[in-house]
Each structure stands twice: as C-alpha cells, then as structure tokens.
C-alpha cells in the first residue's frame, strides 16, 4: 500500500514537473512570436522631421528633478539636464561652509590673477578627438536622498540656478531681468538679511553681492553683455537693461517680403520639449532647398582644421544657410550625413584643442572650454577670424541639428543668450580663482598678501601683466577697496579680457542662428540642445531600435539570442564605451535631447537607429557600420562570448575614415 502511494507521489511529481515545462515552453513560443511582431525592420526612409515625431512626454506623467525642476520622460532613471537621479531632493537650507574652512595660501592667491594661462591647461585634458564624448559624471544618491550646495556636481549646480533670473514685461513692450527669490528667502530662514543695503539707485549693492556670495550665490550682482557706443562689448548692470523678447521673421510672397513678430514669452514657458518642437519648425523655415544651390567643402584629413576655415571663411551669408555636403579628399564615401558627422567630430576636437590657441579648458572637476585671453598672441593676427569661423561652425551644427562634442562654459552660454552674469559664474571658468576670491573677501589682514589692482596671464613662458583699472599697478588692495578690485577682477575674467574675440564669435553665431530664436531657452536647456543628453541610456536606446533579419521576415531563434545578447553586452558596456560604439555606428557619440528617436540624416529627417543581421559566415566576424543611415551590419554570432569580443573590439579601435563601405 505504502508502495503504491509512493508511486502515484512520484507520479504526479513528474506529471507537474512535466506540465510546468511545457507552459514554458509555450510562454517561450509565446514571447518568440510577439519579439518577432516587434522586430520587424523598416526599410523605408521615413519623412519625418524631429519637430513631427510623436511625443509620449504628454501622454505620460512627467517627473520633476528635484534639483534644477526638469520635467523628465517617466522612464529616465537620470534627470537629462543634470543627471540626478529620480527622487533626489535639494536641501535648500543648507549651504556650504567649506570655503570659510579652507585655508587662504599665497600661492592660491596668486593663482586667482592667472585664469586663461595656457600652462594650466593640458591638451591631455581635451576631449578626445573620436570618443568626442566626455560623458558629465551623473550624481546618483538613494532616492529621497537631500542634496546640498556642498555635495552638487558642477552640473547640478549650474542647473540648479537656471531660473535665477527672469525675463518680466515692462510697460514700454520690452523685458528687463528680474532675479527670483530663491527658496531659503522665501522659506524665512535667512529674514534677518531683509535690511538690505541699497545703492542711491535702489539696486542691490556691490557689498551685499560680495558679503553674501559664500553663503548665497543666489544674491549677487547680474551683468549682461552689452554694445557699447563704439561697438565694443561691455557688462552693464542687469537691471538697467532692457531687452526685445521677440522674434522677427521675414514672410516673402509675390507682392514682396512683410515682417511677422512673434512674442517669445509664451514660447519661453513651455515644456522643454514643446520649446524642442517649435524651434525644429522655426530653423527649418531658414534651411535653403537643396535645389537652390548648395555647398561641397572638400577637406583634407591632415589639414582638417586649415581647410575647413578657408573653405567656410570664404562664404556669403546665404551659403551658411545651404545645405552642405562634406568629401574627404582621396575617400570614396558619399555624404548622406555620416560623414559630415565625422567632419564636425574631428573639426570641433581640433578646434578646442588648447593647444591650437583659442580656446582653454576650464578649471575644476567637470571639463568644459572658454576663450583663450591670448589668443591673440598664440595665433597672431587671424585669430578674430578663427573666431568667426568658431562662430559659424557652431551656428551651422545648430541650424542642421548636428551635436557638439563640446561643452561651453557657463559664463560662454550665458553670453550666447544675453542672460545676467553674476560673480558666483566665475567658479564655472575656475574653481581655485573663485574661492581665493571668496577668501580675499572675508580676511581680515589684507595688506601682508601685496596684492594690487592687476592679473598676469602666462603664454609660452611668458608672464604678462594686466591692469584691471587705469593705474592699477600702483594701487595696492586694501580693506577699503577689496570690493572694487574683487568687482574688476571679475568683469576682467568674465568679458574684458576676451571681449573682442566673443564678439566676433556671436556676431558669426548669429548670422547662422538668429538670437532671437536662441531666447527661448534656458542656458542648461541650451547646452542639451547643443550638446545632447549626457549618458545614454540603454532602454531608450533598446526601444527605439529595429532589426532587419538575414533570410525571412522573421528572426531564426539563433538571431533572436543574438538581439539578447547585443543588449547584455551594451548594458555591460561603460558609458564611453556605448558613447564610441555609437560614433562608430552613426559618426557621432552624441544623443540628442528627445532621446533615440530623434536620430536623424543629413536632410534633417529621422532615420532611427537600425541593425541588420549580415548572415552566418564565420570567415568575416567583424560588424560594419553605414553611418550615413544609423545602421550596423551584424553577423550571426554562434554565441555570446563571441559578439562581446567584437564589440569591444569596436570600442577600441581607431574609428575615424571612410571606406567603400
């Protein structure tokens, strides 16, 4: 009996064991066919521009970084204006007491004359000329985790602070920059500093922008970049300057051109990617046909950079607004966009290369690029024009959708907008300069530093004095006049010192890209646009990917494994190494800021990124890339040990030039 009963157990142990393995296996089937249904590849060229894709942001609860107040897709992890991680919140009552910690040393503030020295920059620090991509540090805490002034990134910071200033309509029709309250004001905890000192104009006084700097960066004075009566840029006091917040575009018809205006301010306030959206439309309207003329630069690949600015130097306005076709001279590709990605690539790494001469890294944890103060002196005499080549190249990227592989300065992005430029701006071009600053500010014996009213910069081994003020070799820094000298030391760093090259840069920007259409954004939303998202995110990356299948219109079971196991690789990946894999699949390393689905080619349409499964012959393993259409060709790997060596294989490789491939 006990026999029997055993048997039946055992019997209906392997009956289970045996019903369970077919629902997998029919679950399996199951989730074969419905992969199959979602994998089909589009071959067809889509007609879409960017501005005409459909937006699931609307249709989605959208979450806001607690940080610098992003609305993010709900699937981000990572907010995509400053990489904080989704339920960070800011610790708006605490502020960093770090520098009144730190000691002031002679050799720091010595240092605090020098920014723009060429020897504190190494070329070594420069983006790499394919990678092309230093991905900005994302800055993940455990959710609900309070976030300080003392514990942001650069990135967070600097985003924090984009709604500091606003842009309020005035009873003439035009706009004048407000500072906002930030939220320690507005919370109380700081009532006692209610009593402001005023100067005889009402405005906040140098005195209270300097004494509060270090416990507040949100209280200082703003500056805004002006033209002054012979032309030259100069800084005025923000509240004095009123600004036109509209944007005017020429309509041509049959009778003649008439001018539309159209009030910014609306467009100004909506999401992010609405403001996407309307721009895409409106730099469109600019784009000449490509049946009314269009330009081919033919470069050389070792005289990239020398060619480049002969070739653009030498257009008339309109041609900016052409559509460009790039050859490397002696390379077979054709210029479907891929190659003008490569083009731009390697043209912006020479460019800010520190060494060339016009451009100097920044100093500080997270690498981004300002003028070079001796520009003049490192390129001689061309060096305006070399800007306005800069100028031009960064307003033609901006104009065809293309991405930087750099990332400009704060105080530089704050200039392209005309947005107030405030003292506590100057630890984004120097961390060391900024905080000796703060400490020269706050010391009680002052005299024993000799320090006087003057900077230096160094060039090729050079030093080379600088008068702040007319005479300030012979004026020394006291107690009494800290103030004025921390104020022009400031203005020297932040404008004067690079005041002509910066104009022509912005005057050649916008000859491309009208400033008015720049005005819509935001200095961090900008930098997005300009320069993409910061890390790529591999679900996005998975969900807007189609695959084309070797024999059927459906994928074998081995290429299924091989779409699994592409993902697990790239998910393995580190960040610059999905950002090379990117490069050499479409020529750039970049993301723009709808994520993935905003792929596009060189005519401005989108072209998602796509694989297509080259067979199974083991004789060639090696994975090509077509990057004028976003595609990579991949063999039928017999396993997944096998694709990863190829992948990594890709991410080290030198990835630049074009065959008949």
Known sequence: MMAGLAVLVALSVVLFVGTIVVLLFFCRRIQLQRERESLVFVQETTDVYREELNDSFMEQALWRCGVCKFLNHPERKLCDLCQTLCGAERDVAGYNKSHSRRSLSAGSVQRMTRIGETEAFSSARADDAIGGSISRPSFELPRNQRLSNSNMSKLQLAASRRQQWKRMPTTDGLHRWVRQQSARRQSGAFAQRESTELDPGGRVSLNRYLDSTDRDSNLSVGYIRVRDSLG?????????????????????????????????????????????????????????????????????????????????????????????????????????????????????????????????STVGDERSYWINASSDLLIGDDHLAYFEFAGRLVGKAILEEHLMPVHLALPFLKHILGVPISFSDLQFLDDEIYNSALMVKKIDDIEPLCLDFTATRVVDGRVEIVELVEGGASIDVTRENRLRYLDALFKYHVLESVSGQLLSFLTALYDVVPEGLLKVFDYQELELLMCGVPSIDVEDWKKHTDFKFYSHNFPTELELNNIEWLWEVVEDLKNEDRVRLLQFTTGTGRVPAQGFKGLISSDGRVRRFNVAFAGRDQSFLFPKAHTCFNRLDLPIYNSKEVLAEYINLIVQMDITGFTIE
Request: aromatic letters at 14%; zero cysteines.
């Open 232 to 360: 030259r840029l100069v800084l005025n006091d923000s509240d004095v300057v009123a600004t036109d917040f509209h944007y005017r575009i020429k309509i041509l018809d049959g009778k003649g051109s008439s001018e539309l205006i159209m009030n910014l301010e609306g467009v100004h306030n909506l999401p992010f990617p609405d403001k996407i959206r309307w721009f895409s439309t409106e730099i469109h309207r600019l784009w000449l046909p490509w049946e009314s003329g269009h330009a081919e630069l033919v470069v050389r690949r070792d005289h990239l950079l020398q060619d480049s600015f002969e070739l653009v130097g030498a257009m008339k306005a309109y041609q900016l607004r052409q559509r460009w076709r790039v050859v490397f001279d002696g390379e077979p590709a054709l210029d479907a966009g891929g190659v003008m990605r490569e083009w731009y690539t390697l043209l912006f790494a020479e460019l800010f290369d520190p060494t060339f001469g016009l451009f100097v």
